[in-house]
C-alpha cells in the first residue's frame, strides 16, 4: 500500500533547526517529484518545497529561501527538510507527498516558541 511517513518534528526555539524525514514507499517515490507542505492551524495547507527525481532541482517557496534545504536519498526512498533559522511563523504540522499526489500522512508537528 502506498505510503508516507512523516517524522522529526518537535519544540524548538526560535532560531534553532530541526530535520523532518519522510519515508515512502517506493511507489510513490520512485521517479517522482518530492514535496513538503505545511498546515497551520486555521489555515489551509501549503507548499513549501520541492526536488526533482534526480535532485538536481529544487524550488521553495519565497519565505523559507535560504533557511529550508530540501534533498532526498533515493536508494532509502526517503525525503528530508532541513529547517534552519526557524520563526513562530513556521510552526505547522509537516507532511510530504509526490507530485502526482499519493494519500497524505499522518504529518509531523513542528513548534517554534520561546
Known amino acids: 500500500q502506498a505510503q508516507l511517513v512523516e517524522s522529526g518534528g518537535g519544540l524548538v526555539q526560535p532560531g534553532g533547526s530541526l530535520r523532518l524525514s519522510c519515508a515512502a514507499s517506493?511507489?510513490?517515490?520512485?521517479?517522482?517529484?518530492m514535496a513538503w507542505f505545511r498546515q497551520a492551524p486555521g489555515k489551509q495547507r501549503e507548499f513549501v518545497a520541492q526536488?526533482?527525481?534526480?535532485?538536481?532541482?529544487?524550488f521553495y517557496r519565497q519565505s523559507v529561501r535560504g533557511r529550508f534545504t530540501i534533498s532526498r536519498d533515493n536508494g532509502k526512498n526517503t525525503v528530508y527538510l532541513q529547517m534552519n533559522s526557524l520563526k513562530p511563523e513556521d510552526a505547522a504540522v509537516y507532511y510530504c507527498?509526490?507530485?502526482?499526489?499519493?494519500?497524505w500522512g499522518q504529518g509531523t508537528q513542528v513548534t517554534v516558541s520561546s
Open positions: 507527498n509526490s507530485m502526482p499526489f499519493a494519500s
Open positions: 526536488i526533482t527525481p534526480n535532485a538536481t532541482s529544487t
Open positions: 517506493g511507489s510513490i517515490f520512485r521517479g517522482n517529484v
